[in-house]
């Protein structure tokens, strides 16, 4: 088996960090290794994110992933993560992660997030 990259290595590390409940933004991951961008890590938690809580690094606009909605929606709410319920003209009714509350800064969390 190859290794895997050390820039991958560092990105999944920091998602296996986030506490349950929490999330972090691809830039966040980012800003938090000092390297890289949003793009870089996205790309390797869809090549290499499946080994970690991948539901735990988000976009930035609290919009579920892509394809993984139902997978992620579940984690979420298994984990206590803040959502809003979509309204009524929405599209798709799929939740979005309320990213006021849901947001993890790396600081320990010793305050309630719900």
Same mark, same amino acid.
């Given at each position: 088996?190859?290794?895997?990259? &050390?820039?991958?290595?560092?990105?999944?590390? %920091?998602?296996?960090?986030?506490?349950? +409940?929490?999330?972090?933004?691809?830039?966040?991951?980012?800003?938090?290794?000092? &390297?890289?961008?949003?793009?870089?890590v996205?790309?390797?938690? $869809?090549?290499?994110?499946?080994? %970690? /809580?991948?539901?735990?690094?988000?976009?930035?606009?609290?919009?579920? @992933?892509?394809? !993984?909605?139902? &997978?992620?929606? $579940? !984690?979420?709410?298994a984990? +206590?993560? /803040?959502?809003? &319920?979509? +309204?009524?003209?929405?599209?798709?009714?799929?939740?979005? @992660?309320?990213?006021? =509350?849901? =947001?993890?800064?790396?600081? /320990?969390? %010793?305050? /309630? !997030?719900?």
């Open positions: 088996m190859d290794e895997l990259p &050390e820039y991958a290595e560092r990105v999944l590390a %920091v998602a296996e960090l986030i506490p349950a +409940g929490r999330v972090m933004t691809y830039g966040d991951v980012a800003e938090w290794l000092d &390297e890289g961008g949003p793009r870089q996205g790309r390797v938690m $869809a090549l290499y994110g499946g080994a %970690v /809580p991948w539901w735990r690094v988000v976009r930035a606009d609290g919009v579920l @992933l892509p394809g !993984h909605e139902r &997978e992620a929606l $579940a !984690h979420y709410r984990e +206590g993560t /803040p959502l809003r &319920e979509s +309204g009524r003209a929405a599209d798709v009714r799929m939740p979005r @992660l309320v990213m006021t =509350r849901a =947001r993890w800064d790396g600081a /320990p969390d %010793v305050t /309630p !997030h719900t």
